[in-house]
């Protein structure tokens, strides 16, 4: 049985030719930015275990206020390295609409981790149950803070994919102002 109806099946238009096709198209359209904050995840993962690791283990601070300390401190240079390398924003921002949600989902991050950090704590203890309890809080929350970043804070507002080499112009979009 056929498609018939000029490539549509069912009388809906045909999605995806090639099932193989999209994940090449959302590679092509958002793999810069996923590459850089992946790689500021790493950062971020790196300062803030080695804190939380340093004020649990070395210090002996209690795993919940521990984890305050580590992801309060670790949350500047997540910050700056994704405003300044991931979504390239030298200049203006620092406005409302730029910090506060990513000030919120760092607070979220936050009370999720040390929720998370205080009960595993209280059952097991130790210094690796406390560092798994943190990042595997924050890796719950890693695709939602990308989208957000993404498309509310300093990537792409219009909805639509990044601009892609040629695409990509000087910068300024037609017709802005």
Same mark, same amino acid.
């Given at each position: 049985m056929g498609t018939g109806h000029g490539g549509r099946s069912l009388? !809906?238009?045909? *999605? *995806?030719? $090639?099932?193989?096709?999209?994940?090449? =198209?959302?590679? =092509?359209?958002?793999?810069?930015?996923? *590459?850089? !904050?992946?790689?500021?995840s790493m950062v971020n993962v790196f300062i803030g275990q080695s804190l939380l690791f340093l004020f649990h283990s070395a210090i002996g601070w209690p795993g919940a206020f521990a984890n305050m300390a580590a992801v309060a401190i670790s949350s500047w240079p997540a910050y700056w390295l994704s405003r300044h390398y991931v979504w390239e924003q030298e200049q203006g921002g620092h406005t409302v609409g730029e910090i506060a949600p990513f000030w919120m989902l760092s607070f979220a991050g936050l009370f999720l981790s040390t929720a998370v950090v205080g009960v595993v704590?209280?059952? !097991?203890?130790? /210094?690796?149950?406390?560092?798994?309890? $943190? /990042?595997g809080a924050f890796a719950a929350l890693w695709v939602v803070r990308y989208l957000v970043f993404h498309h509310v804070i300093w990537g792409d507002r219009s909805g639509g994919p990044e601009p892609t080499g040629d695409e990509a112009g000087d910068g300024a979009e037609p017709g802005s102002d």
């Open positions: 009388g !809906f238009p045909s *999605v *995806v030719a $090639n099932p193989l096709s999209l994940p090449a =198209r959302l590679w =092509r359209e958002y793999g810069k930015t996923l *590459v850089r !904050f992946s790689r500021v704590d209280s059952i !097991f203890g130790g /210094a690796l149950s406390v560092q798994l309890a $943190n /990042a």
